[in-house]
């Protein structure tokens, strides 16, 4: 049995080749960038993924990260710290709730001003709405209007995220020489490790150099202003993107959600729980250590983002390797494997208390290589007419249902039960991509061999 996702159609040259106008296999591109195409090597193109991925996920980290140590305490300071944090990650959850809305809004945007114009346009929305929070009074200002406007901000975040959706995981997939899939769509998930790794080192430094009262009341919003300038990078990266053909399959994302519902349902729930354990892996690693050193362990912040650190740029390592393996043995083999380790992750969480490195550098290894293929897999299970509207529904529900709520369920636990059973979410995750692994390809998804 194969066990390789990857679609076979549309091979394009290796690194140092250049294409303008048509694509590779001699297709024409869609009528939104069917002219000014630029002429580009695949290496530049890689470039700029990395850069507008970094650039999208420094900012979604600056806000997760605040939602631990900021907002709790700037907007919710009645409830005891624990309520205030779950609080916190409750509004959290409302940008992904909100993708949806934003990728059916985009669809209606695109349809009058084009991709370009619906990209744009979403990346102001997010860019806005990002440094509109960093310059948000607190509660003791103007009272409750305070939080509410957090929630409302964070709403408009999620609908600039969806709104901005590319599927550009799936281009590189086409652009990728027979044999390579697995490494090229690996590449804009480097975003996650490296962008967190600029949005804990800001926070690294300002937690360290202000005092804690400078921090809550003016530091943290440096953050959200970096985020601004970095939104303009993020924009130009991928407008040059949607002005370069190197995929050989561009596809309008302009089904109905009915048809596509109606039409793709097995794909779209197959493509939604597959990856779930990934999903969930990324905030348990990220957001989750940081609201329980704060609030149970007393740990320096400073020490536990110092440990995350460490853990983002061996996540880097692991998400490259996750391509590599992925070509060696497969993409469902590379994500079994990685799912039958979380259970091991489960059994060192207790580890947060005392030795929270044990939890953190393992944690974000295996993220790397989970998350690394996590947007691959999904682009081949949908017929060419809706590949990238069911890509583009699949990702938005995996991030609902994975990640959304992973810090608010992982904190709830940890004060009912304690943090021991923090791990029932990720394990849940693991359940859930184990079952559909083995519903889909059987043992041979959890066995190593080369496909």
């Known amino acids: ?190 975003g996650a490790p490296i962008g967190f790794c600029v949005a804990a080192s800001l926070f690294f430094v300002l937690t360290g150099f202000l005092t804690d009262d400078e921090f809550i009341k003016y530091g943290w919003r440096f953050a959200f202003f970096g985020v601004m300038a970095v939104n303009v990078v993020s924009l130009f990266a991928r407008l040059r993107l949607l002005t370069t053909n190197f995929g050989g399959e561009r596809v309008s994302d302009s089904t109905p959600v009915i048809t596509l519902f109606k039409e793709q349902w097995r794909p779209i729930l197959i493509s939604t729980f597959m990856p779930l354990a990934s999903y969930a892996l990324l905030h348990m690693v990220t957001v989750f250590p940081l609201a329980h050193a704060f609030l149970y362990a007393q ?53 947060l208390d005392s030795y929270p490195w044990v939890y953190i550098l393992f944690g974000f290894i295996l993220l790397g290589l989970a998350y690394g293929q996590s947007s691959a897999i999904a682009p081949s299970r949908f017929e060419p007419a809706y590949r990238q509207s069911g890509v583009a529904m699949s990702t938005n529900l995996s991030w609902i249902f994975g990640a959304a709520f992973a810090p608010l369920v992982g904190l709830s636990l940890t004060a009912a039960f304690g943090l021991g059973a923090s791990a029932l979410y990720l394990l849940s995750g693991a359940v859930v991509t184990g079952y559909v692994l083995y519903a889909r390809y059987g043992a041979d998804a959890f066995l190593i061999r080369k496909s």
Request: with cysteine; aromatic share 8%; net charge neutral.
């Open 1 to 190: 049995m194969v066990l390789n996702d990857a679609p076979q159609q549309n091979r394009t040259p290796q690194s140092g080749k250049s294409w303008g106008g048509r694509t590779p296999a001699g297709g024409d591109v869609s009528e939104t960038n069917a002219t000014h195409m630029h002429s580009v090597t695949i290496d530049e193109v890689i470039t700029t993924v990395i850069m507008a991925r970094v650039t999208d996920y420094f900012g979604f980290f600056v806000y997760a990260i605040a939602s631990a140590l900021v907002f709790p305490r700037l907007f919710f300071p009645t409830f005891d710290p624990v309520t205030a944090t779950m609080l916190s990650f409750a509004v959290f959850s409302f940008a992904f709730l909100a993708r949806p809305l934003g990728s059916a809004l985009g669809k209606l945007l695109e349809s009058r001003i084009g991709q370009t114009g619906r990209v744009t346009a979403a990346l102001m929305i997010l860019g806005s709405s990002t440094v509109a929070i960093g310059l948000l009074p607190s509660y003791e200002s103007i009272g409750w209007v305070a939080p509410a406007l957090l929630a409302a901000l964070r709403i408009t975040q999620g609908i600039g995220l969806g709104g901005s959706w590319d599927g550009i995981t799936m281009q590189l997939q086409n652009a990728a020489p027979a044999g390579r899939q697995g490494l090229y769509g690996m590449v804009p998930q480097l």
């Open 299 to 351: 740990h320096e912040i400073s020490y536990i983002l110092m440990l995350q650190l460490i853990g983002g740029m061996l996540a880097v390592f692991s998400t490259i390797a996750s391509g590599i393996l992925s070509d060696r043995f497969g993409r469902p083999r590379t994500l079994g494997i990685c799912t039958l380790l979380v259970p091991v992750l489960c059994l060192s969480i207790p580890t």
